[in-house]
T-cell receptor, first 113, second 114 residues
């Protein structure tokens, strides 16, 4: 059973460009969570999704950030018009149920030049 | 609101020493889960343990052991006979059973020197 997959592992963008981060949950997992880890800090919750639904987006910045988890395909975290402060590691986690342990992907390291 | 505090920012030990990583949490809920994750230098997050709030039994897994005390809101992690491969950042996390998301502490960087 493959683990949580994230791609790309490293992403470099210039200020003003768009960043798309993908997450494929573990097989059988229908709950996906996105977290951001700024340098030298812990993980901060961003958004929690189930297939085709956003359950909790209380940690998402109000502008430029969006997330989706379509019926088919991976979950996507989209950052429009990136700024240097968006440089961070973005982790995706999945679980089979809301109350289950979240298993994390390897992360996407975003660098904004 | 929930909060996780890992007061030790960095710990350095010599191989074979025992080391305890502290975790103190705040929550108003009576039903919750506590976790420990390891983040080695390669950057991925490795799940170590999950404990629910109704189970205060201590747990041992090889060189790892966990001490959960609700009375002091602590969930401490001890590595016995540490090894260089234990060098990593260790995160403690808390989640409510009906909320999904986890709240993480800021992590403790453990360095084990040969």
């Amino acid at each position: 059973n493959a683990g949580v997959m994230q791609n790309p592992r490293h992403l470099v963008r210039r200020r003003g460009q768009e960043a798309r981060l993908r997450c494929s949950p573990m097989k059988g997992h229908s709950h996906v969570y996105w977290y951001r880890q700024l340098p030298e800090e812990g993980l901060k919750f961003m958004v929690y999704l189930q297939k085709e639904n956003i359950i909790d987006e209380s940690g998402m910045p109000k502008e430029r950030f969006s997330a989706e988890f379509p019926k088919e395909g991976p979950s996507i975290l989209r950052i429009q018009q990136v700024v240097r402060g968006d440089s961070a590691a973005y982790f995706c986690a999945s679980s089979p149920k809301q109350t289950d342990t979240q298993y994390f992907g390897p992360g996407t390291r975003l660098t904004v030049l | 609101a929930q909060k996780v505090t890992q007061a030790q920012t960095e710990i350095s030990v010599v191989e074979k020493e025992d080391v305890t990583l502290d975790c103190v949490y705040e929550t108003r809920d009576t039903t919750y889960y506590l976790f420990w994750y390891k983040q080695p230098p390669s950057g991925e997050l490795v799940f170590l343990i999950r404990r629910n709030s109704f189970d205060e039994q201590n747990e041992i897994s090889g060189r790892y052991s966990w001490n959960f005390q609700k009375s002091t809101s602590s969930f401490n992690f001890t590595i016995t006979a540490s090894q260089v491969v234990d060098s990593a950042v260790y995160f403690c996390a808390l989640s409510y059973t009906n909320a999904g998301k986890s709240t993480f502490g800021d992590g403790t960087t453990l360095t084990v020197k040969p």
